[in-house]
């Protein structure tokens, strides 16, 4: 009697297949396969561009609750000290490099 292989993986498992199921034609086949699905998924997401609606950020909006307070304020200060970059708008920020 032969043992029969699984494999788990967060509480799920499963039988392995036995040697020599995966071929280097399968293999070759499913890349392949895997490579078409990802092209098509891609020509799709560049082909449809969503219109663009910018619009100025809510600043204070964006700062999370679960902060204590002082750590919001220093937050949206921090926000407010580059708030042009949350203009809304398109564009090149020509003054100081933020690194």
């Known amino acids: 009697m032969t043992a029969i292989s699984t494999m788990s993986w967060d509480n799920i498992s499963t039988q392995c297949g036995k040697k020599g199921f995966w071929s280097e034609e399968k293999l070759a086949h499913l890349l392949l396969m895997s490579n078409l699905e990802l092209s098509e998924v891609d020509f799709d997401r ?54």
């Not at 082909?47 to 950020?57: D, E, G, Q, R, T």
């Not at 407010?80 to 690194?99: A, P, T, V, W, Y």
């Open 46 to 99: 560049r082909s449809n561009i969503l219109p663009a609606a910018y619009k100025k950020a809510d600043l204070p909006s964006c700062i999370p609750r679960h902060l204590a307070p002082e750590e919001q304020e220093g937050l949206l200060g921090l926000l407010e000290k580059f708030e042009e970059l949350f203009e809304g708008c398109l564009g090149l920020m020509l003054e100081n490099l933020i690194h």
